[in-house]
């Protein structure tokens, strides 16, 4: 579904990513690891258009989507939700929904109907599918960290994404926050016929949900593989895992 070859994207003299490559398979759930600073969401930024990369392909279900603007990438199938929660915290959860459902049914310049009563119902049945239904009508910023967390990934859920890209889901939850997004976004890959690339930071989660897993570190791939092989791969545990996860 997705094929990322050799991309390459520097800040002024320092190069971010240097030669990234990963492949998602669809429905898989795919997982990118890396210390901090390693590239992961200038990898992510790069494949949801966010930054366009200086060398290598970008290929979407077989087109290549290199550079393409974020709408235009949006458009084709990949939705994202951001390492730093990107909502609009003056509206209420349920508008926050509505604004990308209407956006991605390309309704949102109809100024003059009643915006209110569009998209009532596949707003509701996302919120549903993310357990915020009971707090549609509160102000989006007066929700918990968690909470928010998880409102972003249904506003991307808004855009019937086939590709869902997390960039740190669970930073900032509690430990019980944590499990149920865990168990949320399994659910959410079963239930919706969603691929799902992530990176995060907390090795247990990654290794209880991710088929696939690719190890970034300065910017570079240093392997994808199976949980097994990356937990066993000796270039990994020296590099990043140092045995943590043995
Ligand atoms: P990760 O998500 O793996 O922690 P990032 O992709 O955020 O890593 O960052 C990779 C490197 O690129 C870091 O050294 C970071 O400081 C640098 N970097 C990221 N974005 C920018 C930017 N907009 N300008 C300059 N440097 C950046
Ligand atoms: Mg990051």
Same mark, same amino acid.
Do not use: C, D
């Given at each position: 579904m997705l094929k990322v070859e050799g991309v390459e994207k520097s800040f002024g003299d320092f190069k971010a990513v240097r030669g990234a490559n990963l492949t998602v398979e669809r429905g898989d759930i795919v997982a990118v690891i890396g210390p901090n600073g390693a590239g992961k969401t200038t990898l992510f930024n790069l494949i949801t258009g966010q930054l366009k990369p200086e060398r290598g392909r970008i290929l979407f279900k077989g087109e290549d989507i290199t550079g393409l603007p974020p709408y235009e990438i949006c458009k084709k199938g990949i939705a994202r939700s951001f390492q730093i929660v990107n909502i609009?915290?003056?509206?209420?959860v349920f508008e926050n929904v509505q604004v990308a459902v209407l956006a991605h049914q390309g309704?949102?310049?109809?100024?003059?109907? %009643?915006?209110?009563?569009?998209?009532v119902e596949k707003t509701e049945e996302l919120l549903q599918s993310v357990g915020l239904l009971d707090k549609a009508?509160?102000?989006?910023?007066?929700?918990s960290h968690g909470d928010q967390k998880v409102l972003e990934i249904a506003i991307a859920l808004g855009n019937d994404p086939e590709l869902l890209i997390l960039d740190? %889901?669970?930073?900032?939850?509690s430990p019980e926050e944590t499990a149920s997004t865990i168990e949320l976004i399994k659910h959410l890959a079963e239930t919706r016929n969603l691929t799902i690339l992530f990176c995060e930071h907390d090795m247990e989660i990654v290794f209880s949900i991710a088929k696939s897993i690719m190890v970034m570190h300065q910017g570079q791939t240093l392997l994808q593989a199976s949980p097994e092989e990356v937990r066993r791969d000796p270039r990994v545990q020296e590099a990043y895992l140092g045995g943590e996860v043995c």
């Open positions: 609009f915290h003056r509206l209420t309704k949102s310049s109809q100024l003059f109907r %009643p915006a209110r009563k569009l998209a009508y509160e102000v989006a910023g007066t929700l740190e %889901p669970t930073a900032g939850m």
